[in-house]
C-alpha cells in the first residue's frame, strides 16, 4: 500500500454546504494530482501541482479549488455542494513514471 | 474525447483461465501503464511498457504495445478469483503535457471460483 492517505473516506453532504476533502502523502513526492472517477469508472483529471505553490487546473471543468502550501498536503475544496458532485475523489501523487493513488473520497450531495 | 479506451467494458471468466483485455489510444506516447483497482478503492500501478517496448512481462501479467495501431492488450494468465477487479490503462504523453496521465475507461474483470 502506498503512503498517501484521504479522508473523509465517505461523505455525506447537503447543497450549499462547503466541504474540504483532505489528501496527504509521506513519500515526499512533488507532483500531485486530483482525479473524479465516474460511476462509469472513467477518471478525469480536475486538479494536478508541480509542487509546493504550483496548481494547474485539469481536462475536467470543476467548481473546486486546490492548495499546495505544503509538499506532503493537497486539499480539495468545494466551496457550495451541489448534487452534480457526488462522485468518487481519488488523490494521487507520481514519482517518476508511476502513480500512487489514495484510497478515494466517495461524496454524496443530497 | 478520452485519450484512452478499453475493451470489453466487463469480462467474467473462470478461475484458471486468461485474461485479456484491450486499450486504444489517440496520440503518441512516452509510455504505457496498467493499473488496477479493487472494488471501493485507488488505484495500483501494475506494469509499465515505454513506446519502445513490444512487449513486458511480470508474474502471470504479460503486456504488449503496439505503437503502429496506437493499442494495447493485458493479459493475466491463470487468473484467480483474487484477480477481480478494475483495469485501466493510462497514457504518459511525456513531459511536455504536464506529466498528466490519461485513463482509459477501464475493464471490469470477475473471476468465478
Known amino acids: 500500500e502506498a503512503d498517501i492517505y484521504q479522508t473523509p473516506r465517505y461523505l455525506v453532504i447537503g447543497t450549499g454546504k462547503k466541504i474540504t476533502l483532505e489528501c496527504s502523502q509521506t513519500?515526499?513526492?512533488?507532483?500531485m494530482y486530483w482525479y473524479q472517477q465516474d460511476p462509469g469508472m472513467e477518471l478525469h483529471l480536475i486538479h494536478y501541482s508541480y509542487g509546493v505553490n504550483s496548481t494547474e487546473k485539469g481536462d475536467l471543468s470543476s467548481e473546486s479549488t486546490v492548495s499546495r502550501i505544503r509538499t506532503e498536503h493537497f486539499p480539495l475544496t468545494l466551496e457550495s455542494a451541489r448534487p452534480s458532485h457526488t462522485s468518487q475523489y481519488l488523490c494521487a501523487s507520481r514519482q517518476a513514471y508511476e502513480q500512487y493513488f489514495g484510497p478515494g473520497t466517495r461524496l454524496t450531495v443530497t | 474525447s478520452q485519450q484512452g479506451e478499453e475493451d470489453p467494458q466487463a469480462l467474467s471468466i473462470q478461475e484458471g483461465e486468461n485474461a485479456t483485455m484491450n486499450c486504444s489510444y489517440k496520440t503518441s506516447i512516452n509510455n504505457l501503464q496498467w493499473y488496477r483497482q479493487n472494488s471501493g478503492r485507488g488505484l495500483v500501478h501494475l506494469i509499465l511498457?515505454?513506446?519502445?517496448?513490444r512487449e513486458k512481462h511480470s508474474g502471470r501479467l504479460r503486456v504488449t504495445l503496439d505503437t503502429s495501431k496506437k493499442s494495447s492488450s493485458l493479459l493475466i494468465t491463470a487468473s484467480r478469483a483474487a484477480d477481480t477487479a478494475s483495469y485501466f490503462c493510462a497514457t504518459d504523453l511525456g513531459a511536455g503535457t504536464g506529466n498528466q496521465f490519461y485513463f482509459g475507461t477501464g475493464t471490469s474483470l470477475t473471476v468465478i471460483p
Open positions: 513519500m515526499g513526492h512533488d507532483k
Open positions: 511498457i515505454r513506446s519502445n517496448e
